[in-house]
């Protein structure tokens, strides 16, 4: 038997099920759902019964149809409106789900409403279509049951709808809630960029800054202008999204230079984030508040737009815009001169002032002495040089004097060669420069150190006055040194101090005795015969000098000498010349600095410190000084390291540029800038005879406010001792029918030292005073070339009057100077700007021929006026 289900039954009626059941139970049927089942007669039994309905119904239809009354049309819309509806309700479901996802805020109320309204409709409808007919009535039935069945899902919807949005209402009050911190987090990070732009300080975001930033970036979506407040909840639709998110990132784009608009998207927003940061960077430079002008603009030379923007405060811009106001024309990087930095200074209201760097690697000045360090003033040893003819006995008396009054006394003491030492004579001290010979001294004189206060002159009484005795005096006298003499080896029996005395009178070394101030004193180094007047002499001579120092202050002093020792590192011998210097003192030495880690005394013994004219030999030093360095102690050794750096660095500077030493050429160079009043000349000839013509006729050329200055002269060979005294005097050696020696030669060269050699007394001169006279400033004179007479004139509009001219006398040049010259008065005075021979341009027209001429700037040139032709020329100084 087959057995038919309920809802099938129903599908195929195409009835509601609950219907069908409603049916079947009225016709008797165990029917109990749409899942019972019913037999098959059952099924035909409700199927015929339904079909008579439907019968009916159809029947009534087409009557209707036959007479078209109001209420059939009314019935047919009634039926399209409920097939409508059905489509309709379909759709609704859609609708509202749809609805409620995307338009929140077509309310439930509404909805209910409407809803409402429909079902009334129908139902007035329905009404209205019962009252005029039946069968009608019955289909009512039906989509009554219909209208219930889509009531009860719309209510299900409805209640799903409002428990969704009940549910969801919590949720977007917590977004309400973080939205409004959100925009508070914004607000704040706002006022904070806002803040942070005044206060000009920070240009950086903090962390906080940033992390609420990416906060803001992230809580732009729930800034959306997005009225409908449910969207959130809906699927999300992309293209909408995308096109919310460019809009907003044109729009944070577009607000980008004022202040930051969090972005829709994350990416958007990071991005933004770094331009805001460049925004607020920008913005903090633009609006940099103006800090108040300094008192004093403290400048130095050469200081540009930029240097003085910062010490005033202001933006090079403004310093340069005010240049300009000025009616200076300048940019942010060019060296302003003095005027201008003092002129800005006054159109800014504040005084100028010029600060000169130090020059920190000078180390003369410290050489000076203050008026504190004057006030200390104490008596200090003198320091003395022994020179001499060889073998004339210097270094039998410096051993005599070390012997007598160094070891003397000091039993085990061992006399350490250290280049100078000091003797005590009752209780006073000498200090001796430990190498004889006036090349040393020379040297150290050419290296400009001075150190030595006084010259022990040992001339041996049995030889008298030789060549190196004179050359002894010369350099003694080029240094201003004053002259003890020691006529020495009286002991031995052809002794004679006295023609010793007659000798040296002729030059300027005269005895007291004989009316003169030079001291004489014989003595016998070998035997030690009047040594120690010989040291109270220096004393005495000493005491004249008075010769002091101030102990008191930081050492300064001079390098006696210096090695490299192989266990001890560079040593060397100082001089202190001022102060007194300490163990430990950091200190700069010629181009090396340094600290000094021992010091040892001329007997070998470890000292602390050293007092002025006090020899001492020390470590510690970065490097080998030379001889006749300067040093100079310091505060600390950071300055010593910085200005024996910088010295280091301008020796090498220096090396690179040859020594300037006056020679022929450069003499006239010399004498112009001041630097030479005397030009000193050494003459080394090969008989006196010659020597002394030459010195007289050198010294009697006159050149206005300059002389020749013969410092030495002498016969023989040029020799090195020549040449360090020319290198030490800034001399120009001249030798007659001599030849320098190769060392000689060689030193010459390296120190640049001009060596003039001559066979004819006359050429010499004339080189010396042509070379002083020569390089003297050129004289010009005018001198008349040519007379030319105007003959015919020529006026062309564009150049000017052409004087066709014929030359009387002479001649004239291109380049001349012309004198206009009417009724014997110059009317004007000044240059060819043209000279024409025909249509030729020429560089001269001699006598006899014409020319066309044109003078530069002027036109009133008239027949018969006379021109004259001059140049200018050089003559050579009187
Ligand atoms: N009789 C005597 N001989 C002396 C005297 N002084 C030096 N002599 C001798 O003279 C010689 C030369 O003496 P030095 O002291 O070497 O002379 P110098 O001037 O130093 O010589 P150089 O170093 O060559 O320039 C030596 O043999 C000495 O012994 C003296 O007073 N009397």
């Given at each position: 038997?087959?057995?038919?289900?309920?809802?099938?039954?129903?599908?195929?009626?195409?009835?509601?099920?609950?219907?069908?059941?409603?049916?079947?139970?009225?016709?008797?049927?165990?029917?109990?759902?749409?899942?019972?089942?019913?037999?098959?007669?059952?099924?035909?039994?409700?199927?015929?019964?339904?079909?008579?309905?439907?019968?009916?119904?159809?029947?009534?239809?087409?009557?209707?149809?036959?007479?078209?009354?109001?209420?059939?049309?009314?019935?047919?819309?009634?039926?399209?409106?409920?097939?409508?509806?059905?489509?309709?309700?379909?759709?609704?479901?859609?609708?509202?789900?749809?609805?409620?996802?995307?338009?929140?805020?077509?309310?439930?109320?509404?909805?209910?409403?409407?809803?409402?309204?429909?079902?009334?409709?129908?139902?007035?409808?329905?009404?209205?279509?019962?009252?005029?007919?039946?069968?009608?009535?019955?289909?009512?039935?039906?989509?009554?049951?219909?209208?219930?069945?889509?009531?009860?899902?719309?209510?299900?919807?409805?209640?799903?709808?409002?428990?969704?949005?009940?549910?969801?209402?919590?949720?977007?009050?917590?977004l309400d809630k973080k939205r409004a911190v959100k925009q508070k987090n914004i607000h704040e990070a706002a006022k904070k960029i806002v803040d942070n732009t005044n206060n000009k300080t920070k240009i950086k975001l903090s962390n906080t800054d940033r992390s609420n930033d990416r906060e803001n970036v992230n809580s732009s979506k729930y800034r959306q202008p997005v009225?409908?407040?449910?969207?959130?909840?809906?699927?999300?639709?992309?293209?909408?999204e995308n096109q919310a998110g460019e809009f907003w990132k044109k729009s944070s784009n577009k607000k980008k230079n004022t202040q930051s608009e969090p972005t829709f998207n994350k990416r958007a927003g990071h991005k933004n984030h770094k331009q805001k940061i460049k925004t607020k960077t920008k913005v903090a430079v633009t609006v940099r508040k103006e800090r108040p002008l300094p008192d004093i603009l403290q400048y130095t030379e050469g200081m540009n737009a930029q240097d003085l923007g910062k010490i005033l405060h202001r933006e090079p811009t403004e310093i340069v815009k005010k240049l300009f106001m000025l009616g200076v024309m300048t940019n942010q990087n060019q060296s302003l001169d003095d005027d201008t930095i003092e002129i800005l200074a006054t159109d800014y209201g504040v005084d100028a002032q010029k600060i000169v760097p130090e020059d920190i690697?000078?180390?003369?000045?410290?050489?000076?002495?203050?008026?504190?360090?004057?006030?200390?003033?104490?008596?200090?040893?003198?320091?003395?040089?022994?020179?001499?003819?060889?073998?004339?006995?210097?270094?039998?008396?410096?051993?005599?004097?070390?012997?007598?009054?160094?070891?003397?006394?000091?039993?085990?003491?061992?006399?350490?060669?250290?280049?100078?030492?000091?003797?005590?004579?009752?209780?006073?001290?000498?200090?001796?420069?430990?190498?004889?010979?006036?090349?040393?001294?020379?040297?150290?004189?050419?290296?400009?150190?001075?150190?030595?206060?006084?010259?022990?002159?040992?001339?041996?009484?049995?030889?008298?006055?030789?060549?190196?005795?004179?050359?002894?005096?010369?350099?003694?006298?080029?240094?201003?040194?004053?002259?003890?003499?020691?006529?020495?080896?009286?002991?031995?029996?052809?002794?004679?101090?006295?023609?010793?005395?007659?000798?040296?009178?002729?030059?300027?070394?005269?005895?007291?005795?004989?009316?003169?101030?030079?001291?004489?004193?014989?003595?016998?180094?070998?035997?030690?015969?009047?040594?120690?007047?010989?040291?109270?002499?220096?004393?005495?001579?000493?005491?004249?000098?008075?010769?002091?120092?101030?102990?008191?202050?930081?050492?300064?002093?001079?390098?006696?000498?210096?090695?490299?020792?192989?266990?001890?590192?560079?040593?060397?011998?100082?001089?202190?010349?001022?102060?007194?210097?300490?163990?430990?003192?950091?200190?700069?030495?010629?181009?090396?600095?340094?600290?000094?880690?021992?010091?040892?005394?001329?007997?070998?013994?470890?000292?602390?410190?050293?007092?002025?004219?006090?020899?001492?030999?020390?470590?510690?030093?970065?490097?080998?000084?030379?001889?006749?360095?300067?040093?100079?102690?310091?505060d600390d050794?950071k300055t010593?390291r910085q200005?024996?750096e910088e010295?280091?660095?301008?020796?090498?500077?220096?090396?690179?540029?040859?020594?300037?030493?006056?020679?022929?050429?450069?003499?006239?160079?010399?004498?112009?800038?001041?630097?030479?009043?005397?030009?000193?000349?050494?003459?080394?000839?090969?008989?006196?005879?010659?020597?002394?013509?030459?010195?007289?006729?050198?010294?009697?050329?006159?050149?206005?406010?300059?002389?020749?200055?013969?410092?030495?002269?002498?016969?023989?060979?040029?020799?090195?001792?020549?040449?360090?005294?020319?290198?030490?005097?800034?001399?120009?050696?001249?030798?007659?029918?001599?030849?320098?020696?190769?060392?000689?030669?060689?030193?010459?060269?390296?120190?640049?030292?001009?060596?003039?050699?001559?066979?004819?007394?006359?050429?010499?001169?004339?080189?010396?005073?042509?070379?002083?006279?020569?390089?003297?400033?050129?004289?010009?004179?005018?001198?008349?070339?040519?007379?030319?007479?105007?003959?015919?004139?020529?006026?062309?509009?564009?150049?000017?009057?052409?004087?066709?001219?014929?030359?009387?006398?002479?001649?004239?040049?291109?380049?001349?100077?012309?004198?206009?010259?009417?009724?014997?008065?110059?009317?004007?005075?000044?240059?060819?700007?043209?000279?024409?021979?025909?249509?030729?341009?020429?560089?001269?027209?001699?006598?006899?021929?014409?020319?066309?001429?044109?003078?530069?700037?002027?036109?009133?040139?008239?027949?018969?006026?006379?021109?004259?032709?001059?140049?200018?020329?050089?003559?050579?100084?009187?």
């Amino acid at each position: 038997m087959v057995k038919i289900r309920i809802y099938e039954l129903a599908k195929e009626l195409n009835i509601p099920s609950k219907e069908l059941v409603d049916k079947a139970k009225s016709l008797g049927m165990d029917v109990k759902s749409h899942m019972s089942v019913v037999t098959e007669t059952e099924s035909n039994k409700i199927k015929q019964n339904f079909v008579k309905k439907a019968n009916d119904s159809k029947s009534v239809s087409n009557k209707k149809a036959v007479n078209k009354t109001p209420n059939d049309e009314l019935n047919k819309n009634h039926q399209a409106q409920n097939k409508n509806k059905g489509s309709q309700d379909s759709k609704a479901k859609i609708k509202i789900s749809v609805k409620s996802i995307r338009k929140p805020n077509t309310s439930p109320q509404n909805n209910k409403k409407n809803r409402d309204n429909n079902l009334k409709k129908n139902f007035k409808n329905n009404h209205t279509s019962d009252n005029k007919n039946n069968s009608f009535n019955k289909t009512h039935k039906t989509f009554d049951a219909k209208a219930q069945a889509d009531s009860i899902k719309r209510r299900q919807n409805k209640e799903l709808y409002e428990k969704t949005f009940e549910n969801s209402s919590n949720p977007q009050k917590e977004l309400d809630k973080k939205r409004a911190v959100k925009q508070k987090n914004i607000h704040e990070a706002a006022k904070k960029i806002v803040d942070n732009t005044n206060n000009k300080t920070k240009i950086k975001l903090s962390n906080t800054d940033r992390s609420n930033d990416r906060e803001n970036v992230n809580s732009s979506k729930y800034r959306q202008p997005v009225n409908n407040s449910h969207k959130e909840f809906t699927k999300p639709d992309l293209k909408k999204e995308n096109q919310a998110g460019e809009f907003w990132k044109k729009s944070s784009n577009k607000k980008k230079n004022t202040q930051s608009e969090p972005t829709f998207n994350k990416r958007a927003g990071h991005k933004n984030h770094k331009q805001k940061i460049k925004t607020k960077t920008k913005v903090a430079v633009t609006v940099r508040k103006e800090r108040p002008l300094p008192d004093i603009l403290q400048y130095t030379e050469g200081m540009n737009a930029q240097d003085l923007g910062k010490i005033l405060h202001r933006e090079p811009t403004e310093i340069v815009k005010k240049l300009f106001m000025l009616g200076v024309m300048t940019n942010q990087n060019q060296s302003l001169d003095d005027d201008t930095i003092e002129i800005l200074a006054t159109d800014y209201g504040v005084d100028a002032q010029k600060i000169v760097p130090e020059d920190i690697g000078d180390l003369d000045k410290y050489f000076e002495l203050s008026d504190d360090d004057k006030k200390n003033l104490k008596k200090r040893p003198p320091v003395v040089t022994i020179m001499g003819h060889v073998d004339h006995g210097k270094t039998t008396l410096l051993d005599r004097l070390r012997h007598t009054h160094v070891t003397e006394g000091e039993a085990g003491g061992i006399t350490q060669h250290i280049g100078a030492y000091q003797v005590d004579i009752n209780g006073r001290l000498i200090t001796f420069l430990d190498t004889p010979g006036h090349e040393a001294f020379t040297e150290m004189r050419a290296r400009g150190a001075d150190v030595t206060d006084l010259i022990v002159l040992v001339v041996a009484a049995d030889d008298g006055v030789m060549p190196q005795t004179i050359e002894a005096i010369n350099h003694a006298k080029a240094a201003k040194v004053p002259v003890i003499v020691a006529v020495n080896k009286i002991d031995k029996p052809g002794a004679n101090p006295n023609h010793v005395m007659e000798q040296l009178s002729e030059y300027e070394l005269i005895p007291e005795d004989w009316g003169g101030n030079t001291i004489f004193v014989n003595i016998s180094a070998k035997t030690g015969q009047n040594v120690d007047e010989v040291l109270e002499m220096i004393n005495l001579q000493a005491d004249i000098l008075e010769l002091q120092a101030d102990p008191n202050r930081k050492a300064v002093g001079t390098v006696i000498e210096a090695k490299l020792d192989k266990g001890r590192g560079p040593v060397a011998t100082l001089l202190v010349q001022q102060g007194t210097l300490h163990v430990g003192d950091p200190l700069v030495v010629g181009n090396t600095f340094g600290r000094v880690r021992s010091m040892t005394n001329d007997r070998g013994r470890r000292v602390k410190s050293a007092t002025p004219s006090t020899p001492v030999e020390i470590t510690g030093l970065n490097t080998v000084p030379d001889s006749a360095d300067k040093f100079v102690v310091f505060d600390d050794e950071k300055t010593s390291r910085q200005v024996g750096e910088e010295r280091a660095k301008r020796a090498e500077l220096n090396d690179r540029q040859k020594a300037h030493h006056v020679t022929i050429d450069n003499l006239f160079d010399s004498m112009s800038e001041g630097e030479l009043k005397e030009v000193a000349v050494i003459i080394k000839a090969d008989v006196q005879g010659t020597v002394e013509a030459l010195r007289q006729s050198l010294e009697k050329i006159e050149v206005k406010g300059v002389r020749v200055n013969v410092i030495h002269s002498a016969v023989g060979a040029i020799n090195e001792s020549d040449v360090s005294l020319a290198a030490a005097g800034n001399a120009i050696i001249i030798g007659f029918n001599v030849r320098p020696t190769s060392q000689a030669q060689q030193e010459a060269d390296s120190e640049s030292v001009d060596i003039r050699l001559h066979n004819v007394i006359y050429n010499a001169i004339e080189e010396i005073e042509s070379a002083m006279k020569g390089m003297l400033e050129p004289v010009y004179q005018e001198k008349v070339t040519g007379n030319l007479t105007v003959r015919e004139i020529f006026k062309v509009s564009k150049l000017g009057t052409i004087a066709g001219s014929f030359v009387d006398q002479g001649f004239i040049q291109k380049d001349s100077g012309v004198r206009l010259i009417r009724n014997g008065v110059v009317i004007y005075e000044g240059k060819l700007s043209s000279l024409k021979h025909y249509k030729d341009d020429v560089k001269e027209v001699k006598a006899g021929n014409e020319c066309g001429l044109m003078i530069e700037n002027y036109n009133d040139i008239k027949v018969e006026d006379q021109i004259e032709a001059f140049i200018m020329e050089e003559v050579s100084a009187e």
